[in-house]
């Protein structure tokens, strides 16, 4: 019965050439690349369809009825699954064994899964970067993502008057995802001011077909008369039972209000954080990046980390967008396939993938510069948030106590505030609060002239989202799965 | 750069020095301590901060070194009451919850650990009960039947580690004390017949002579005296807790084994840490210390066992943190021979003895009697022998090693 030091060696392993976790756009295009060379690989992703959340697939009845909002991602899957490549669906992966390197997942019954490969790619893709106003627990109001997640695959809206705001080209996109539902979209509050001829915006037009897109978004949104109040930020939302309405202010001054909008619901996200806890768990080398303060893998080119065998692609390497993302996965393929195989890639398709990475490189450079940088829009908002503000909402922790403790005890240090204040420690594991508790901490900290903060995220821990503890059994072996028999 | 003077510069701003900071503050010293980090960050701050009183520890297999429990109980007694009267000490609440614990068995051999452990506590002053399986499960229906035996006693139980380390250095402010964070100390010197310590880089440097310095830096203890020319045999480790998400079950009480790493108990948002000194995977003195999935899958089973309700739960964080420790199990205090004005202090169950340690201390510095006899628990028996022959430093890790694989019912 004693379990002793060693005795996790339970449950499924598998061994592959390649294990690629995350089947977004990044994940499929490497895995696809991959197996038609004849590499065994494996493809994780914690929901039950391969997609991610670009190529989410639509539910079956949605589908039947309106078709597929994205046929590419669904040509995709279907080359991935054709090349032999191994699908796990409804697989988490949570953790890294004490060896480093073998990867710990769950499958959808939550048994434990470990994986070994001689390659590892990272597509663990990106969440929402959020921050709090009073009012943002409303029901009603929710990110741009979960609205175009609800639009997209279940043809479902979040209201029928909707604000959204934030900062980003991504609104755009979900703001015509409602119109076409028929949702009244009030109104757009851009914290920036982006949408206004200039000549660093002519730098597109060596972009025809990204241009393009954003110019259809932005066509369309002006047919449906949707107006867009730049340098605008939510002030907070009011309601009793449910979101009614979402006053705005202006970036510059976020604690004098401007406008009141009647709403049912609000959808508030200031674009995108890469996800990289799994590549930090394996030890892979990130740096803080100044303008968005989120942690990047170091990589080269082809998306190799600071680990040999490691590689990070997609949103997880930083933020670029679809193409983007399908051009890195594209290229740690090529990157593989030269170490690993024998195989060629023909130098026209290798140039092909090189030139679109670079193009669209500058292309998320030249767009990231029409928004304001993220680390810059918070000095503006962290200093202004209303100290009776909920910022954790797992731990219910509010703005005034993270700051009394981030000057106080903690000594302007993030992971001391999340110590003794517990925001960051539910089960969200920090995603919601972080950039506003690193936010809140930077703010008194520099106030106090005390420095500068000098941790600007939280550590990544294992688990990477909580784990039944069942799981956890069946690694000690079978002894400890008798339970109280 | 200019030189400051302080009564004692404390060394380390974690649950012991932010305690003996209070203590000297409060009986009118001007006292400095300097932390390397944040205050309360590494073992205090990564500690369940439980309070051990009934006696805890067995012969575990491999552990060579048993802790001398006879020994350590009447110190357990007196650490239990300072406890009765901190919070007020303190003139704020630390969360201070003495609801009792249960010390478990499920092996006839531990069984009769238990009957030892509790003729120890009688003559100690320390009250417990002895209960066999059923009794211990009527007590606490949350016991699985694998429980044969278990003991009771109402002096356990915890506080939050993180609110008592603030609140000391917070009481020690109130009385001029000073804290200086991220100042990690780079130099010990004799001055005189005191101390210079150096602390701190260019702008932020301090320099400061004192008569008196207490070097209660934790598993930084050894690395500390050997800036002032004093080695110490200390054996610092790295352990693990885990924490479950909240749990809509409520037990009050912290449970231990008698023969196994195992210490369990709900915090006040509802999470149980589940502890019991399981090692980490590395120690990392200069940053985190990486956690280990063989301690944590070995940790949870045995925790599943004895509290069966716990494997409906999910596992939410995991986290290792280091701390002092000496090859003979028992904590250090005391001055340091031939070093005057250098004290030391820390080791074995540094929380539950933060209260007392600090008293002890503030007492062997002013030269008056300590609340406790700790005269045979200070540093000289740690200080290295020199071998006649060849003056090579002795070494004897042996059993110490296998002690650090095994200290996992210890420290939580």
């Known amino acids: ?485 | 750069m200019s030189t400051r003077t302080a009564d004692a510069v404390i060394v380390g701003a974690g649950v012991l020095g932010a305690s003996v900071a209070s203590h000297l503050a409060r009986s009118g010293h001007r006292v400095l301590v300097l932390e390397r980090g944040a205050p309360g960050r590494e073992g205090s701050g990564t500690t369940a901060g439980n309070l051990h009183m009934q006696a805890v520890h067995t012969r575990r297999p491999g552990q060579k070194v048993p802790l001398d429990s006879a020994r350590f109980l009447p110190l357990q007694r007196a650490a239990s009451d300072r406890w009765e009267t901190l919070e007020e000490e303190l003139e704020t609440s630390v969360e201070v919850r003495r609801t009792g614990g249960f010390t478990v068995a499920e092996t006839e051999e531990q069984c009769q650990e238990l009957r030892d452990k509790h003729e120890w506590e009688a003559a100690a002053g320390i009250h417990t009960e002895i209960l066999d399986g059923d009794a211990a499960r009527a007590a606490l229906p949350l016991l699985g039947p694998t429980v044969a035996a278990a003991t009771w006693c109402d002096l356990d139980g915890y506080a939050n580690p993180l609110k008592v380390t603030p609140a000391y250095l917070d009481s020690a402010a109130r009385h001029g004390g000073r804290t200086v964070a991220f100042a990690p100390v780079r130099r010990i010197t004799r001055n005189g017949g005191g101390w210079r310590v150096v602390a701190g880089r260019g702008a932020a440097e301090q320099v400061v002579d004192t008569p008196v310095v207490v070097d209660v830096a934790g598993p930084w203890l050894g690395e500390i005296a050997a800036l002032a020319g004093i080695t110490l045999r200390m054996t610092p480790v790295a352990i693990q807790m885990h924490a479950t998400v909240r749990s809509s079950a409520t037990m009050s009480h912290l449970v231990q084994h008698i023969g196994e790493g195992l210490s369990v108990k709900q915090v006040a948002a509802g999470n149980l840490l589940i502890g019991g000194g399981w090692p980490a995977l590395r120690m990392d003195l200069a940053g985190r210390s990486a956690t280990s999935l063989d301690s944590l899958v070995g940790n949870v089973a045995l925790a599943v066992r004895v509290l069966p309700f716990i494997r409906d739960l999910r596992l939410l964080r995991m986290w290792a943190g280091p701390l002092a420790a000496t090859p003979d199990e028992m904590p250090v205090i005391g001055e340091v021979p031939g070093a005057p004005g250098f004290y030391v202090a820390g080791g074995t169950y540094a929380f539950s003895f933060a209260p007392l340690w600090g008293e002890t201390l503030r007492c062997l510095i002013e030269g008056k009697p300590p609340p406790v006899d700790v005269s045979d628990l200070g540093p000289g028996r740690l200080m290295e022998r020199r071998s006649q022959e060849d003056g090579r430093i002795q070494e004897d890790n042996g059993p110490e090693q296998e002690n650090h694989q095994d200290r996992r019912s210890k420290r939580c």
């Open chain 1, 1 to 485: 019965m004693t379990a002793e030091r060693g005795t996790a060696v339970y449950g499924e392993v598998v061994e592959r050439d390649v294990v690629i976790v995350g089947g977004g756009p990044a994940g499929l295009s490497a895995a696809a690349r991959l197996a038609s060379a004849g590499l065994a690989v494996t493809i994780l992703d914690e929901q039950p369809e391969l997609g991610g959340q670009y190529y989410r697939r639509p539910a079956p009845a949605v589908a039947r009825h309106w078709g597929d909002h994205r046929p590419e991602g669904g040509r995709l899957i279907a080359q991935v699954r054709a090349a032999g490549v191994e699908c796990r669906t409804g697989h988490l992966v949570w953790g890294v064994d004490d060896d480093g390197r073998t990867l710990l997942a769950s499958d959808a019954a939550e048994h434990p899964v470990r994986l070994r490969a001689r390659r590892l790619v990272l597509a663990t893709g990106a969440f929402e970067r959020v921050f709090p106003f009073p009012g943002w627990q409303l029901p009603g109001v929710t990110t741009p993502g979960f609205a175009q997640h609800l639009a997209a695959s279940d043809h479902t809206t979040v209201g029928d008057r909707v604000v959204l705001a934030g900062s980003g080209p991504f609104l755009l996109p979900v703001a015509c995802s409602l119109i076409e539902l028929g949702v009244n979209v009030a109104g757009i509050a851009e914290a920036g001011r982006p949408y206004r001829p200039s000549l660093r915006a002519l730098g597109t037009l060596g972009h025809p077909a990204r241009l393009r897109e954003l110019a259809s978004y932005a066509a369309r949104l002006a047919r449906a008369r949707v107006p867009i109040w730049q340098e605008t930020v939510v002030l907070r939302a009011d309601g009793r039972d449910r979101v009614s309405s979402v006053t705005l202010a202006a970036a510059a001054r976020p604690t004098r209000p401007v406008r009141t909008v009647g709403v049912d619901a609000l959808c508030v996200g200031y674009g995108f954080r890469p996800q990289t806890d799994l590549a930090r768990m394996l030890g892979c080398e990130v740096r803080i990046d100044a303008a968005s303060g989120d942690a990047v893998p170091v990589t080269d080119a082809a998306g190799r980390a600071s680990r040999a065998d490691v590689y990070v692609v997609g949103e997880a390497a930083g933020i670029g967008g679809v193409h983007a993302a399908r051009a890195r996965g594209l290229a740690a393929a090529y990157d593989i396939l030269a170490r690993e195989t024998r195989v060629t890639v023909p130098v026209s398709e290798a140039r092909r993938v090189v030139s679109a990475r670079r193009r669209l490189a500058r292309f998320t450079a030249l767009t990231d510069s029409l928004y304001p940088d993220p680390a810059a829009l918070l000095a503006t908002l962290a200093p202004a948030l209303p100290a009776d503000t909920m910022v954790c909402r797992c731990e219910a922790v509010r703005a005034e106590e993270i700051r009394t403790t981030a000057t106080g005890s903690a000594d302007g240090d993030l992971n001391a505030t999340k110590a003794w204040t517990r925001a960051g420690m539910g089960p969200c594991q920090g995603r919601e609060c972080g950039f506003a508790v690193a936010g809140l901490v930077r703010s008194v900290a520099s106030d106090q002239g005390a420095g500068e903060s000098r941790v600007e995220v939280f550590p990544s821990r294992l688990p990477v989202r909580p784990v039944p503890l069942t799981t956890l059994l069946e690694l000690a072996g079978p002894e400890s799965q008798e339970g109280d028999a």
